[in-house]
């Protein structure tokens, strides 16, 4: 019966872990701030899976445009790098670390970026 009782909570209890990271999505924030540090409000943030994308600004997995405080917060992302384009005016990212690390599964994963 003890045996039985182990197994039984080392089944469920591993259903219970995977159960728990399906049900928190992967999440990517970005915060687009200027050369001064300055959040940067109604910025076009874009994100690719690839670079060849991202070099042609084309087949962006997603875009979001940033709030009062910088913000764009992309929902249900992969667990994988992406590469990061922002604009606002005649500003862009270009050079300003524009891919991330792997992003870690079921977290909300935060990156900055500078446009100038």
């Known amino acids: 019966m003890r045996v039985f009782i182990f197994f039984s909570v080392l089944f469920f209890g591993s259903l219970e ?13 970005i915060t687009v701030i ?43 992302v992969k667990p994988m790098a992406y590469f990061v384009e922002a604009k606002f005016e005649d500003k862009d990212n270009d050079g300003e670390g524009v891919m991330t690390s792997e992003l ?10 500078v446009i100038e």
Not at 19 to 24: S, T, V
Request: hydrophobic share 30%; charged share 30%.
């Open 17 to 29: 872990n995977t159960a728990e990271a399906q049900l928190l999505p992967t999440k990517l924030r």
């Open 34 to 76: 200027d050369g001064l540090g300055n959040f940067v409000e109604g910025a076009t943030v874009s994100i690719y899976e690839n670079e060849a994308d991202y070099r042609a600004s084309e087949n962006a997995f997603a875009t979001l445009t940033t709030d009062k405080k910088g913000r764009v917060t992309f929902k249900e």
């Open 104 to 113: 870690s599964e079921g977290k909300l994963n935060k990156v900055n970026t």
